[in-house]
Nanobody, 123 residues
Framework: QVQLVESGGGLVQPGGSLRLSCAAS???????????MGWYRQAPGKQRELVAI???????NYADSVKGRFTISRDKAKNTVDLRMNSLEPEDTAVYFC??????????????WGQGTQVTVAS
């Protein structure tokens, strides 16, 4: 029902910057809008963790480890969410996943995941 396409990952040196983008599409958007859009990440051997999330009203929340370095933004008209990452550290190396939460006609919400994009921070 919802397709997510991520882009923008890659290899960057410590201290560098990257921008991740995620575009959501699907027939479901003919009658509903996205509640929350967010980015999660999963490093090798670790659990997936929240990086940043933004509500339909624009409220944001960040993991403590990325506060002041990462910025999440969304375009409600285009159903896109971006994650601007500055001052990247080797500890930021992970697969980053886009996530959106969408209500159905009944009001029940469903979370959808992107396929993931690799971010590697290394010199």
């Amino acid at each position: 029902q919802v397709q997510l396409v991520e882009s923008g990952g890659g290899l960057v040196q410590p201290g560098g910057s990257l921008r991740l983008s995620c575009a959501a599409s699907g027939n479901i958007f003919s009658f509903t809008t996205i509640d929350f859009m967010g980015w999660y990440r999963q490093a090798p051997g670790k659990q997936r963790e929240l990086v940043a999330i933004i509500s339909s009203g624009g409220a944001t929340n960040y993991a403590d480890s990325v506060k002041g370095r990462f910025t999440i933004s969304r375009d409600k008209a285009k159903n896109t969410v971006d994650l601007r990452m500055n001052s990247l550290e080797p500890e930021d190396t992970a697969v980053y996943f886009c996530n959106v939460v969408v209500p159905s006609r009944t009001g029940a919400t469903t979370g959808y995941w992107g396929q993931g994009t690799q971010v590697t921070v290394a010199s």
